[in-house]
């Protein structure tokens, strides 16, 4: 199948000579095309120009029986959004910690009183795979309308390793279902399990022999991670784990610095990992130590909103010469939603992100986050065709602009329509 889209308002974050990620000033650049068209050939981006050039490709094609043609006037057209940390797979939901957070309960104090990730823990223990499987596909499928094209998702919510390696096998199952391209990260550190209380190096013990080498055997997980923080595992957990990923060849992606000064971001670095997320608690030190790395600095504005939280220091990290990218963490505790586009205007607000600099961060910038953005992440000629086409919007700013409203018309998964 071909589809081509003629008079597109803006063609948005298209490159002819692709970069694998933007950082520090280059992040305000995006290369837009005014008046354009786009062909895609089955799954890939076959070719894309100002509608001036459109001549050059319409011979014989317009006799293609398998061919759409969309008209895009007045609207935008952008590369999907990549979602590179989320934990959409869970049972149920905790809005009964919501009152408890409302009246000034912190975060590690829902933790205490059992409630927080021990509370989804119980109630992904009791649900099935198909049970899970379903959940998740409806919230995959409610991603896919507000424009995101890939997601990563994480285990973490078994901690166990019979049910750690359940929520994997969900993943690997969305993986063969959903148009959604999904990458899968083992977090078999996101808690210590109640049965291990006063006891966590047991836990990273059992993380290390035995669960790490099941998720291998078993090419369950593309990703590691550890939620390296204050109240939860140390720098020195983090680094045994990490070092065991490694011999299997699962690269870091990690929680670090959302509750303190944790360490998190020095040993995410230490083992290359690909991304280190959250980094509320980001200063002068983490931001050397990131120089230089290749490691994506990831922010999830829509856990530092729920749980009225500090701001990471976005605009000093972008000034200091660094990328940024800027995920939805979609969970059941800290960010109940997936919706990139809220993400996008929270990147500008709270952030003071420019729009094209919240662009880069939530395409190309977290595409690069999850492995992927040779494939995904801009509009490149022999890329993927992941892309979305807005309702009639004025220009690019608007996106952020509108807050809180879906402003995509149609999407376009692997080349074919949603
Ligand atoms: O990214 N910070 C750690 N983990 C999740 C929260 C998970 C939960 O509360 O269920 C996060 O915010
Ligand atoms: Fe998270």
């Known amino acids: 199948m071909k589809i081509l889209i003629r008079n597109i308002g803006q063609l948005v974050n298209t490159e002819t000579v692709p970069v694998a990620f933007r950082a520090g000033k280059e992040m305000s650049t995006l290369h837009n095309i005014e008046n354009a068209w786009l062909l895609t050939d089955g799954d890939r981006i076959a070719g894309f120009g100002p509608m001036n050039t459109i001549e050059t490709i319409l011979p014989g094609l317009e006799e293609e029986d398998n061919l759409i043609e969309i008209d895009a006037t007045g609207r935008l057209v952008f590369p999907s959004f ?10 149920g939901s905790r809005e009964i910690e919501y009152i408890d957070k409302i009246k000034g309960l912190s975060y590690e104090e829902i933790f205490e009183r059992g409630g927080g990730i021990m509370n989804s823990v119980k109630r992904l223990h009791d649900a099935s795979e198909d049970e899970l499987v379903e959940q998740a596909l409806d919230r995959l499928n409610e991603i896919l309308m507000y424009g995101t094209g890939a997601v990563e998702i994480k285990s973490g919510y078994g901690l166990s390793t019979e049910d750690e390696l359940k929520m994997l096998r969900v993943i690997k199952k969305l993986k063969e279902i959903s148009p959604v391209t999904i990458r899968a990260t ?43 923080d204050k109240g939860f595992f140390t720098p020195e957990d983090t680094d045994r784990i990490l070092m065991a990923g490694l011999k299997y060849g699962l ?5 670090a610095n959302e509750l303190d000064y944790s360490g998190g971001i020095q040993v995410g670095v230490k083992y290359n990992a690909l991304s280190v997320d959250h ?3 980001t200063g002068d030190e983490e931001i050397a130590v990131l120089k230089d790395s290749e490691t994506m ?34 969970n059941p505790g800290s960010s109940p939603s997936g919706n990139m586009q809220l993400v996008l205007s929270m990147a ?5 992100l420019l729009p094209e600099e919240a662009v880069n961060a939530t395409t190309l910038n977290t595409a690069y986050a999850m492995g992927l953005s040779d494939e995904l992440g801009s509009v490149a000629v022999g890329k993927r065709a992941n892309l979305f086409i807005t309702i009639p919007v004025p220009n690019i700013e608007f996106m952020p602009y509108a807050f809180g409203s879906n402003k995509i018309e149609r999407v376009i998964l692997n080349g074919e329509l949603y």
């Open 186 to 228: 083992f977090l078999g550190a996101h808690a210590v399990p109640a049965e291990y209380k006063g006891r966590p190096h047991e836990y990273v013990d059992v993380i290390i022999n035995e669960m790490i080498p099941m998720v291998a055997a078993e090419e369950l997980a593309d990703y590691i991670d550890v939620f390296c």
């Open 297 to 330: 600095p990831t922010i999830l504005p829509g856990a530092a909103f729920f749980l009225n939280m500090v701001h990471a220091p976005a605009r000093k990290m972008i000034d200091a010469g660094l990328p940024v990218a800027f995920a939805s963490d979609f």
């Open 82 to 91: 990549c979602d590179s940390h989320t934990h959409l797979v869970y049972a």
């Open 279 to 281: 980094l509320e608690y």
């Open 251 to 255: 690269r870091p992606k990690i929680h």
């Open 348 to 352: 500008c607000i709270q952030y003071r």
